[in-house]
């Protein structure tokens, strides 16, 4: 029998190439299929009644005159047999996690704003809409936690019985011997942060279609889900049904970033209102509903003690961070997710010994938080890259000259931190370096120091006039920031960190099947929500087969193709993804050979396949075609060698067991305008090590995206909540989301070290998330300087910049 060497990596054929994405074709001409797609004869809509108020007990809902109106078809409550007991329970093994279970349709009491008390189920969605209005509810209102600290302090009305003291998750990180290295240290910082709650909000809000088969007693909910069959076996739990019985099918995504990995207590409603009224039930958020009830994130505050050397050698961290988690722990990802990630990887890509963090994931009265593209690290990014700067003030140190000092060097790899992380990543030096250069750091010194007040962007080295020049003529003050970041990519189980959920993620899966006519077709258990994940996979694919990547189908997302996969997060897709799909190839490719061998009376070793043409490799034009041998394996098995089964495809799993560090550097250059506080960002650059490359386009592109969503939390997006728990920036005229004309040209430089994996490939989906935060900071605070300046919380708007110029003016 053939042998496999999974530890060749593939060359040559469309693997690292800019292949255009075969995906944008049908996308653009309209022809995807989203949720809004879905739709099956006699669907039935659903308008969700929800809460007005954060915090109350429930003492009524009349749904009479609901029932009455025009279209409706049914009308449920939290009440109600079906649903008293319906619950989302996110687990785990962690023994200070609370589990809180979230009611589908709350029945007792609410706990944010936007939470859903009922259901009405009408002929259309513009009835249902109406009747929902029709829904009476009678409150008696509570005292709402919106602040983590004062929730945590002041835990009065808690928002779960379960938690007196609100707190839903905690931990504590401890390495070496914090306190006594920052007693000791020649310079102690002491400061606090605070990170700006915001979210996601892709351009496709969530949605949900479900069809209940009673005579078949099989589920099938359409869904916008990142994690399909995770979702398919919490829906299984809750319904109490195998998981053959449930099927999940999700198509076209318009935007994921991790706001849909989350299973909602929507996506259960509607599969049981299905099952109710024995028809196809359809739901389609509104904006307005996905601004108040999506999952959101980011809300951290931190106290940090650091301890310096004279020479900017960093010596110990002590840290204490609140981490607003929102109303409930969110599955199946759990309240850990932010507070845990924050805490394991506040350190980042910087060398030291002495760490303690106490991480507390809070309970309040606002929308649940959970993954959001980077989970946590933009957060910690922020809090390391701002301590660093403020030691180089205080010390007298060049803020690049105390990066290199600390970050981990070639010769340190491989590298355990403190928090038992592995780092394999050898170039975070070579990123500094090339964004310093790219930025022509040199050059913006001297014009900062020739002129420290401007008049015109165009002053500035390298700058293209901003994306925001309408200022020119004001006084304005530049500056200039830094940022290093580290990326935990494509985690293997014995990576795989986080808050002891039930299950592992660091597995996926693949099938590639050449069918009886050639036709070379692939299953991905990993799922696409824009990433040109349908052409990577391709690539991969062809590479291995020797087929071009149009010759390659690829399917995905649709839970009854498959047995198993894992889906979109955490930077997976490229590594574990691409090394099932590469195995899954391989293992077809070999068998391929092996047939094709017997029948040209060679070895298996002898041959080659270019443009699905199987021939030897010194003679080119005497071969099989990859079709002939396919049919060979379907149809004539007569003829296999001995031992051989018929067919020609293969499923695969693969497990790099541990994960692997992407390095990344980012520089950013800002005009502050003195009069009204704005921050005009003049200049982003940015340097990842994204190891061997699928796709150079798309990879570059992935990076733009990453930015931009960095910068729109940097600077603009921001729920607000007030005292009562009321969200106050529920629409894009308050919420502030990121656009096209905010951001000025991204500059990308490049780093390309081989990471330990099959196909040696480090992740690139959230990279550039980590860095505008600090980065920007860091350059405001630099502008800011000669004022004797420094803002420690996000966003950096024109109000709160405002406010800091005019408290020293």
């Not at 760490?355 to 922020?382: D, H, I, K, Q, S």
Request: glycine content about 10%.
């Amino acid at each position: 029998m053939f042998q496999l060497d999974e530890t060749v990596p593939t060359s040559g054929g469309p693997f690292g190439e800019p292949v255009l994405r075969r995906e944008d074709s049908r996308l653009l001409r309209g022809r995807g299929r989203y949720i809004s797609n879905v739709r099956y004869d006699g669907q039935l809509a659903v308008a969700f009644v929800r809460s007005p108020v954060a915090h109350a007990r429930i003492v009524s809902v009349d749904v009479s005159a609901a029932r009455q109106a025009p279209g409706v078809v049914d009308v449920a409550t939290g009440a109600d047999s079906d649903f008293a007991s319906l619950a989302l329970i996110a687990e785990s093994a962690l023994p200070t996690h609370v589990a809180t279970p979230q009611p589908v349709l709350a029945a007792d009491k609410v706990r944010y704003q936007g939470e859903a008390v009922a259901a009405v189920v009408a002929a259309s969605p513009a009835a249902a809409a109406d009747a929902a209005e029709l829904v009476e509810v009678t409150y008696e209102e509570l005292g709402a936690h919106v602040d983590a600290v004062a929730a945590a302090a002041q835990p009065a009305d808690p928002v779960h019985d379960a938690a007196p003291d609100n707190l839903l998750v905690t931990r504590t990180f401890d390495a070496g011997d914090a306190h006594a290295a920052i007693a000791g240290s020649h310079l102690v910082i002491e400061r606090s942060y605070r990170t700006n709650r915001h979210g996601a909000v892709p351009m496709e809000g969530r949605g949900a279609v479900a069809a209940w088969d009673a005579s078949g007693a099989k589920l099938t909910l359409h869904s916008v889900s990142q994690v399909p069959y995770l979702h398919r076996s919490s829906l299984a739990t809750a319904f109490a049904l195998p998981e053959s019985a449930v099927r999940l099918d999700v198509g076209d995504v318009g935007g994921g970033f991790g706001t849909k990995a989350a299973l909602y207590p929507e996506d259960a409603a509607v599969c049981q209102l299905a099952r109710r009224v024995g028809r196809p039930v359809g739901w389609v958020e509104t904006r307005s509903e996905h601004m108040a009830t999506a999952l959101q994130a980011r809300d951290h505050q931190y106290r940090v003690r650091a301890g310096f050397e004279a020479d900017g050698t960093l010596v110990a961290v002590d840290a204490v961070l609140h981490a607003n988690v929102g109303a409930y722990s969110s599955p199946p990802w759990t309240a850990g997710i932010e507070p845990l990630m924050a805490g394991g990887l506040l350190t980042g890509p910087y060398k030291l010994s002495h760490y303690r963090c106490e991480v507390l994931g809070v309970a309040t009265n606002t929308a649940p938080t959970g993954p959001y593209r980077g989970v946590a690290r933009p957060a910690t990014v922020f809090v390391m890259e701002r301590l660093l700067d403020d030691a180089a003030a205080a010390l007298g140190l060049d803020p690049v000259d105390i990066r290199r000092r600390n970050l981990v060097a070639p010769q340190d790899v491989p590298y355990t931190a403190p928090t038992r992380l592995v780092h394999d990543s050898r170039t975070y030096l070579d990123c500094l370096d090339q964004a310093v250069e790219l930025i022509d750091y040199e050059g913006f010194r001297a014009c900062q120091r020739d002129a420290r007040l401007v008049a015109s962007s165009a002053d500035i080295p390298g700058g293209d006039g901003g994306a925001n020049d309408g200022n020119a003529g004001r006084d304005r003050l530049i500056g200039i920031g830094f940022a290093c970041y580290n990326e935990l990519t494509g985690l293997g189980q014995k990576a795989s960190a986080g808050p002891r959920l039930p299950f592992r993620t660091g597995h996926e899966s693949a099938e590639v099947r050449v069918d009886p006519s050639g036709a070379v077709t692939a299953a991905m258990g990993v799922t696409a929500q824009g990433q040109g994940i349908e052409t990577t996979m391709a690539q991969v694919i062809a590479a291995e087969l020797g087929v071009g990547v149009d010759d390659v189908a690829v399917e995905m997302g649709d839970t009854d193709r498959l047995a198993f996969g894992l889906g979109a997060f955490a930077s997976r897709q490229g590594v574990i993804g691409s090394g099932a799909a590469t195995l899954a190839a391989r293992t077809v490719r070999a068998k391929a050979l092996v047939i094709a061998a017997h029948l040209l009376e060679a070895e298996p070793e002898w041959l080659s396949i270019d443009d699905g043409f199987i021939h030897t490799q010194d003679a080119p034009s005497v071969g099989i075609t990859l079709a002939e041998v396919a049919r060979l394996a379907y149809f004539e098995p007569h003829r296999l060698p001995p031992g051989l089964e018929p067919g020609l495809e293969a499923m695969r799993f693969y497990d790099p067991m541990t994960g692997t560090f992407a390095a990344g550097a980012q520089a950013a250059v800002v005009a502050v305008d003195l009069e009204t506080g704005e921050v005009d960002l003049q200049r982003i650059v940015c340097v990842e090590d994204t190891g061997r490359v699928i796709n150079p386009m798309i990879v570059e592109g992935q990076m733009h995206g990453a930015i931009a969503q960095g910068v729109g939390g940097a600077l603009y997006e921001h729920f607000v909540y007030d005292a009562d728990g009321q969200l106050q920036s529920g629409t894009f005229m308050d919420y502030l989301a990121i656009t096209a004309d905010r951001m000025p040209s991204i500059e990308l430089g490049h780093v390309a070290d081989p990471a330990h994996n099959l196909n040696q490939i480090r992740g690139v989906g959230e990279g550039g998330t980590l860095g505008p935060y600090a980065a920007i900071a860091n350059a405001v605070c630099d502008a800011l300087a000669p004022l004797g300046i420094t803002i420690d919380e996000l966003p950096l708007s024109p109000a709160r910049i405002h406010a800091a110029i005019t408290a020293v003016s």
